[in-house]
């Protein structure tokens, strides 16, 4: 693109009916960005080579040596404007209006940005070679509408699957009779709500549906609704309207999920659903038409690099040397909460290859998040190294459905170019197909998306910042802002194993007729039986199995949820008890109940072969004395052991 001239810019006798920009059209790279800016602008604006003799002709007061000089913007008031102004005025006819406002209101922002048109404009080439070779060929614009469509339905999946996880655990966990009765959680908060005389903040501060009802019935119709408006997604039904609704479902179980559902793929699943509202504006017909919001479209990619640079930088800040000396993945699958058969092996593998798959992981969260901010094929390259790491963390781990959750957040690295080319002409023809629905009414104009674009950004970016331990006072009003957006979790900070276990305490719950004999329960999928094969269940999460993990690591003072458990044991509560694989004491309960700690460490090749076992278990000590149930059905505690 031509550098322009500092010539006032002469009045139109006869101004064009449309705004119109006039550019070199045997420039490869204007004809670039032209095709770039009719993208955005659609019909608002017209476009004319200056090759186009009836153009110049028809507006002779632009001398033709300007016209070579630089692109030009001829508006309907007859001002003619050239340079970076004209670029920043063809943007904001799209509806992008923040660069002529800086140009016209920050001193020194159009000579910087005339300076820096100048230097593109005189690098032309060099600059259509850069270009070509990060963003691929002039000629093609990508478009995002199939590969938009493609994520809905995936985020679509990842909700059927946590809602349907949770519905078989729900009665269990959360029911009147469950663990953590979500009834008695809301009670306990309306009291202490009510001593501090607080009203309808509550509903900000705990934003659930139960305090509606919170019965086993209303949990059970809840997760079912959910299930529900995941098939509708899925069909591509009201997309705007269900992603709400499955954001607003599942934000009232982790309100009041305490201590099972305070994962962080939880908030991640409700911070992705937040940010896929406005993916598409809102419609009366059921399928999106329009190509999705390009703001839409990046505030999911930064998530994405909000969520694996994060995931690298507190590793590194931890201090923790198994992270330092790359020997962290040498203990990491046999000490993880819920390992799988794959991670059996991958624990045989030699120290030095446990190191470079360091090595590699650590490139892959903090240097490759970086490209996901960059044009199209830097998103590319970003793109198969962390699906590669993904796929490899979800065979040798369970980790609910967070891995298939940032592999769907990848998805919007790829346009429907590249989509096309990975699916196959066969799968694309059967997901590509379009509506000829005509759209009858819209919601969430381009100016609610920016502003939601611009609040997203502030946070994420405060969130990265305290992630360094930098807390400069200028920050305090950000941080306050967070503060009070928190119970939505929906704007969250991530980061997985910033300090590695490197030994596994395994809790054994046994239980007892006589307090002399006792009988162990069996878990469904945490490590148990020596001789039982670690299985891979996600997306499925088992929450129990996995917050017996977390328990392990600490007392069972610190975790009354525990002693919750015990007590429906006693009591052989059925909701609970299906939770498990084996119930010793299915037709009678147990009068004692105690749990004991062991270390778990699995077998080496030699054993597996000859022993068929896949852990060892060695180091009993006791976890929690024999508790029994008084004649008020309060726990009590008996110094009888073993």
Request: glycine residues 6%; proline residues 7%; positive net charge.
């Amino acid at each position: 693109m031509p550098d322009p001239t500092t010539a006032k810019a002469p009045s139109l006798a006869n101004p064009p009916k449309k705004p119109l920009v006039i550019y070199d059209g045997d420039c490869g790279f204007c004809r670039y960005c032209i095709l770039r800016w009719e993208q955005l602008t659609h019909d608002r604006v017209d476009y004319r080579p200056l090759q186009d003799s009836t153009t110049t002709e028809r507006f002779p007061e632009v001398e033709a040596s300007s016209l070579e000089a630089s692109v030009h913007f001829l508006d309907t008031d007859g001002q003619v404007y050239q340079g970076a102004e004209a670029v920043f005025r063809t943007y904001a006819a799209g509806g992008i209006q923040l660069p002529l406002t800086c140009c016209r209101k920050i001193p020194g922002f159009r000579s910087i940005t005339e300076l820096g048109y100048t230097l593109v404009a005189r690098n032309r080439m060099g600059v259509s070679w850069l270009t070509r070779l990060l963003a691929g060929p002039l000629n093609e614009i990508p478009e995002f509408q199939v590969t938009a469509m493609f994520f809905l339905r995936s985020l679509a999946l990842i909700f059927l699957v946590a809602f349907g996880s949770l519905l078989v655990q729900v009665e269990g966990l959360y029911g009147e009779s469950g663990i953590l009765p979500i009834h008695d959680y809301l009670t306990r908060v309306t009291a202490v709500l009510d001593s501090q005389n607080i009203t309808w903040d509550r509903f900000r501060l705990v934003p659930t549906l139960f305090w509606c009802g919170a019965s086993t019935t209303a949990l059970k119709v809840t997760a079912i609704a959910g299930m529900g408006c995941s098939l509708a997604l899925l069909l591509g039904l009201y997309p705007g309207p269900m992603v709400f609704l499955l954001w607003t479902l599942y934000l009232s179980f982790v309100s009041v999920g305490q201590s099972f559902l305070s994962f962080q793929w939880d908030t991640l699943l409700l911070e992705t659903a937040f940010l896929s509202m406005f993916l598409f504006p809102w419609s009366i017909c059921p399928k999106p038409l329009r190509s999705p919001s390009l703001l839409g479209l990046w505030l999911l990619r930064f998530l994405l690099f909000k969520l694996m640079f994060a995931s690298g930088s507190v590793k590194l800040l931890s201090q923790d040397t198994l992270w330092h000396n790359l020997t962290a993945l040498s203990v990491h699958y046999q000490t993880q909460p819920l390992p799988t058969m794959l991670g059996w092996y991958a624990h045989q593998l030699p120290l030095f290859f446990h190191q470079a798959s360091c090595v590699v992981m650590f490139a892959i969260e903090l240097l490759l998040p970086f490209l996901m901010l960059g044009p199209r094929r830097l998103r590319l390259w970003a793109f198969f190294p962390n699906v590669a790491l993904q796929v490899v963390i979800l065979i040798t781990g369970n980790y609910g459905f967070f891995n298939w959750l940032t592999l769907a957040l990848c998805l919007t690295l790829l346009d429907d170019t590249t989509l096309k080319s990975i699916l196959g002409k066969v799968r694309w023809t059967i997901i590509s197909t379009p509506s000829n629905r005509p759209s009858k009414r819209e919601y969430f104009y381009p100016g609610t998306v920016r502003l939601v674009f611009a609040v997203t950004i502030l946070l994420s970016s405060f969130q990265l910042v305290r992630t360094f331990r930098i807390n400069p006072s200028w920050l305090r009003p950000i941080e306050q802002m967070q503060t009070w957006l928190i119970p939505f979790r929906s704007n969250n900070i991530y980061g997985l194993f910033a300090v590695m276990t490197p030994h596994r305490p395994e809790i054994t719950i046994q239980g007892s007729r006589d307090g002399e004999t006792w009988q162990d329960y069996v878990f469904k999928h945490k490590p148990g039986p020596t001789n039982r094969m670690p299985s891979i269940i996600a997306p499925h999460q088992p929450r129990l199995d996995w917050q017996m993990w977390f328990a392990a690591l600490g007392s069972c003072d610190r975790n009354p949820w525990f002693v919750n458990l015990c007590i429906r044991l006693l009591e052989n509560n059925s909701s609970v008890t299906r939770l498990l694989q084996y119930n010793p004491f299915a037709d009678t309960p147990p009068k004692y109940i105690r749990a004991v700690l062991h270390t778990y460490e699995f077998t080496d090749l030699a054993t597996k072969t000859s022993l068929g076992t896949w852990w060892q278990r060695k180091d009993e000590t006791l976890y929690m004395p024999p508790i029994f149930l008084s004649e008020s059905d309060e726990p009590s505690a008996t110094g009888r052991s073993q």
